[in-house]
């Protein structure tokens, strides 16, 4: 089992900036992706962006490839710590949602995250992000 908290969404006005957290616990010996996918209001959830285990390989929906940034800690080169982030900057009202981090232990993630949901096998509970116009 694994164990991912999130942490860092709050209330911000259009242009700002937030970053958020997610810390993993329980079965983090093991190499896994990450991923950052968000739920607004009475709309599907979507991917956010994902990083590899090594942290060497990212990949980012369209729409947030120039504003976020997605990193890892990292021991070393090969080896990752169990926190993930999301650097979101010139935030916009549409970015509004509830994000979530997802873990992803399938190996071929170990190297090129996957972008589909389904692919993830645990999640945390969620962090409310508000971005005021």
């Known amino acids: 089992q694994v164990q991912l908290v999130e942490s860092g969404g709050g209330l911000v006005q259009a242009g700002g900036s937030l970053r958020l957290s997610c810390a993993a616990s329980g079965r983090t010996f093991s190499k896994y992706a990450m991923g950052w996918f968000r739920q607004a209001p009475g709309k599907e959830r979507e991917f956010v962006a994902a990083i590899s285990w090594s942290g060497i390989n990212t990949v980012y929906a369209d729409s947030q490839k120039d504003r976020f940034t997605i990193s890892r800690d990292t021991i070393s080169r090969y080896n990752a710590k169990n926190t993930m982030y999301l650097q979101m900057n010139s935030l916009k009202p549409e970015d509004t949602a509830i994000y979530y981090c997802?873990?992803?232990?399938?190996?071929?993630?170990?190297?090129?995250?996957?972008?589909?949901?389904?692919?993830?096998?645990?999640w945390g509970q969620g962090t409310q992000v508000t971005v005021s116009s």
């Open positions: 997802a873990a992803d232990f399938s190996p071929s993630a170990a190297i090129v995250p996957s972008t589909k949901g389904y692919d993830y096998d645990y």
